[in-house]
């Protein structure tokens, strides 16, 4: 079975300070990995993925996310944080071992940016 | 272009009564997903149509929850004898072709409240 965990309910920063959302994954083959994003009331949004090839992946709105095979992590990442940031961070995982699987979500994190 | 729409943004009903919820898919997406997102967890899978035929249907968790996509455009989900624990936000997601490296892009979501 497949699964992803997300250690932090919560992430603290401050505006313009470097931020960064854990996810790990456990999966039996390869990983497809996804980062998408909750604004209150609205569904998720995309932001990034990654299928194969450069480890380092950038994404919409200036994120950008490394994936770690021997650490089995696909952590997300911001430079500089903007209060507009704030908002519920998800990551999934699919299995790449067959055509199709499941997406599979983190609880989510949640990021509060703070002016 | 136009986004994943969901029909109504809000649904309350009484426990034992019949409900049916609409997605309209991104236009010439042939995958549709739903999903059940509880109080503070990530979205849980219910079931994926590839065209007209449910191709994955092992997220439903008991034959009161039911979908159909009779033209392969929109679908409804529909949930006979509502229970209190059936409250929860519906989120119904498309994608272009269904397979795993494929991103699905969500729609906003229905809010079900079973009193």
């Known amino acids: 079975a497949q699964s992803v965990a997300q250690p932090e309910d919560q992430v603290n920063v401050a505006e313009g300070n470097p931020l960064t959302v854990k996810c790990t994954y456990s999966v039996s083959g390869n990983p497809y990995l996804f980062w998408y994003v909750q604004y209150p009331n609205r569904g998720l949004q995309f932001l990034l993925k990654y299928i194969t090839g450069d480890n380092l992946v950038k994404g919409s709105y200036g994120f950008e996310a490394e994936f770690n095979k021997s650490q089995t992590s696909f952590h997300l990442k911001k430079p500089s944080a903007l209060v507009s940031d704030s908002a519920l961070y998800f990551c999934a995982v699919r299995d790449a071992r067959s055509g199709y699987s499941t997406l599979t979500f983190g609880k989510g994190t949640m990021l509060l940016v703070s002016p | 272009g136009a986004g994943v729409s969901q029909t109504p943004s809000n649904k309350v009903t009484e426990k034992g009564k019949y409900v049916e919820l609409r997605c309209d898919p991104i236009?010439?997406?042939?995958?549709l997903y739903w999903y059940r997102q509880s109080l503070g967890q990530g979205p849980e899978f219910l079931i994926y149509?590839?065209?007209?035929?449910?191709?994955?249907d092992s997220g439903l968790p008991n034959d009161r929850f039911f979908a159909v996509r009779p033209e392969g455009s929109v679908s409804t989900l529909k949930i006979q004898r509502t229970e209190r624990g059936d409250s929860a936000v519906y989120l119904c997601?498309?994608?272009?072709?269904?397979?795993?490296?494929?991103?699905?892009?969500f729609g906003p979501g229905t809010r079900l409240t079973v009193l």
């Open positions: 149509f590839q065209g007209t035929g449910a191709a994955d």
């Open positions: 236009s010439g997406h042939t995958a």
């Open positions: 997601a498309s994608s272009l072709l269904g397979d795993s490296t494929d991103t699905q892009y």
